[in-house]
C-alpha cells in the first residue's frame, strides 16, 4: 500500500524541528499545522505528537479547534501548512485515495452524531470497515458482535438502526470504530450526546480497548469527567495550543466561539 511513500529521514527531520521538538517515538505526529475555515483560521501553528497506545485528550472550549485538528491527523483534511506523520508515513502529501485507504484500514472514528445507515442492520453497521476492506462475512460478523457484545449490546445485532435510542446507536458507533483493531481511534465529542451512566460505559469500553490491544486514542473533549480518562491533555485555545494563545494575551472570552464544525462521516468511522 506504501511501496511508493519513500521513508522517514529521521536525522533530516530532527535538524529541521524546533525546540519544542516531538519525541521520535510518536506513532502519530504532527508539525506546525494552519488550517482556515472560509478564511477564518481553524489551526494555528498546532504542533502535536502521540505515542502508541496512548491516550490523549485533546481538551479546550467549543470552537477552539478540536475536531478542525483530529480531521488533519486522520487525513480527513489536509493542513495548508504544516506536516501530518504516521508510522513514518507522510500523510499531509498523500493523494485523497491513499488517505482514504489509511482511514479504512488503519483509523477509526466515532463522533458525536453515530452516522449509521438506516438500510443496514446493527451488525453490518459496526462490521462496515471490515466489509469495504474485503473480509469474509463470517469473519466481519464475528468482529463486529464481539464488540456489540462488550458494549451490551449484542441483542440489537440483527435488528435495524431505527430500533435503537441515541445511546444505543453510540455504541454501534464505537463499536465500528473498534472492530477493525485500528491503530489509532479519532473520538470526536463521542460522550457529548450521553447521560452519565452511558458515558462511563463507552469510556470504559474504549479505555479498556486501548490498553488490551494497544490502540491509540484522541479523544477531543471540552468535558472535565471525560479528558479525565486520559493519559495526557492537549489544549487548544482559538485554533492554537493554550500556551501560546495565553502568551499571545487570548482567553475564552476574548475572541467568539463558533461551534465546532461537524466530522465528515468516514468509511474508517
Known sequence: MYAMVAPRDNAALDNARPDSALPQDDLLWARSLHYSHSGSPGLIGVSVGVRAGEILA??????SGKTTLLRCLSGQLRPEQGEVWFSSV??????????ERLRRDRFGWIGPE?????ELRVWENAALPLLIAGASHRTAKRAACEWLDRLDIGAFARKHPGALNRAESQRVALAR?????????????????LHRAERSLLLRTLTTAARSHGITVLLATHDEETAAVADRHFSLLD????????????SPTSFPQPPEEQAACSLSA
Not at 453515530?114 to 438506516?118: K, Q
Not at 485554533?239 to 487570548?250: E, F, I, V
Open 58 to 63: 485533546v481538551t479546550g472550549p467549543r470552537g
Open 177 to 193: 470504530a473498534l472492530a477493525h483493531l485500528p491503530a489509532v481511534v479519532f473520538a470526536d465529542e463521542p460522550t457529548a450526546p
Open 239 to 250: 485554533g492554537r495550543p493554550a500556551a501560546a494563545a495565553t502568551a499571545a494575551g487570548l
Open 114 to 118: 453515530p452516522r449509521l445507515l438506516p
Open 90 to 99: 507522510p500523510v499531509h502529501t498523500m493523494g485523497a485515495p491513499a488517505r
